[in-house]
Nanobody, 129 residues
Framework: QVHLAESGGGSVQAGGSLRLSCAASWYTYAGRCVGWFRQAPGKERDWVASIHTSSSSTYSADSVKGRFTISRDNAKNTVYLHMNSLKPEDTAMYYC??????????????????????WGQGTQVTVSS
């Protein structure tokens, strides 16, 4: 049973763009906080952005503000991560995750992977210089 499925990763040159998709089941999407995390080899998992699927409120890490945008499509139960002006340091495995709606409303909660219940398998993003 697939709760969340990421797609859209790939290899791009610095300055390029990608759009990641996170297709969710109804119970991992409706009234949830859906977030994107990333993990580079040998590094800790970092929070990237989250969205409150009901209100569409969005939150993002300072490291990606102005470059990455999170959005959602309620008709498709899908959350997107639009990534522009990609840098080599954005290279990582990107995961989407789903948690309770309160995960989004807590500044400390939404950045913590432990607050998310369901996780996808990840999609690789590689940015070359």
């Amino acid at each position: 049973q697939v709760h969340l499925a990421e797609s859209g990763g790939g290899s791009v040159q610095a300055g390029g763009s990608l759009r990641l998709s996170c297709a969710a089941s109804w119970y991992t999407y409706a009234g949830r906080c859906v977030g994107w995390f990333r993990q580079a080899p040998g590094k800790e998992r970092d929070w990237v952005a989250s969205i409150h699927t009901s209100s569409s409120s969005t939150y993002s890490a300072d490291s990606v503000k102005g470059r990455f945008t999170i959005s959602r499509d309620n008709a498709k139960n899908t959350v997107y991560l639009h990534m522009n002006s990609l840098k080599p340091e954005d290279t990582a495995m990107y995961y989407c995750a789903s948690g309770s709606i309160y995960t989004c409303t807590s500044a400390s909660g939404r950045v913590s992977g432990s607050q998310y219940i369901y996780w996808g398998q990840g999609t690789q993003v590689t940015v070359s210089s």
